[in-house]
């Protein structure tokens, strides 16, 4: 089991250096970010609602830049809590990536 583990962590390891961004960002926006900005990204969850999360197609989140919202995931803002320590740069990097496929 512990085994199990151990190997699925170094494969995805390896996987995170080639092809697989799109699928770390998945897993990274479910584990910690769906419960506010929901699945589809358009935060309809109750503490996305409550938090007054906005849409991430909405106007003014499509405008703003990769930088933007790699600062705002690393720092935090208002209700959005910071995921500086708690995150890599290259897992922040990969979860904005999968945050622009919600925004079709
Ligand atoms: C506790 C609820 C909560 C969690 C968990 C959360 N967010 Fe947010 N997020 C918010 C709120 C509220 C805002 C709006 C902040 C503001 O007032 O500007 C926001 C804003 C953002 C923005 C800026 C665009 C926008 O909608 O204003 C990005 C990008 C973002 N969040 C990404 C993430 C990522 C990536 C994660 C997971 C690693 C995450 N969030 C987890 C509540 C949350």
């Known amino acids: 089991m512990v085994n199990q583990i151990v190997r699925a962590s170094l494969l995805t390891l390896l996987a995170a250096g080639t092809a697989s961004f799109a699928q770390d960002g998945a897993a990274t926006y479910k ?44 720092n935090g803002h208002g209700k959005m809590p910071a995921y500086k320590g708690k995150l890599t740069d290259a897992q922040i990097k990969d979860v904005v990536a999968y945050i622009h496929t919600l925004q079709k």
Do not use: E, Y
């Open 31 to 74: 584990a910690k970010c769906q419960m506010c900005h929901g699945a589809d990204g358009l935060a309809g969850t109750p503490a996305g609602k409550s938090t007054k999360a906005r849409p991430f197609n909405s106007q003014d989140v499509m405008k703003m830049s990769d930088d933007d919202l790699i600062k705002v995931t690393t």
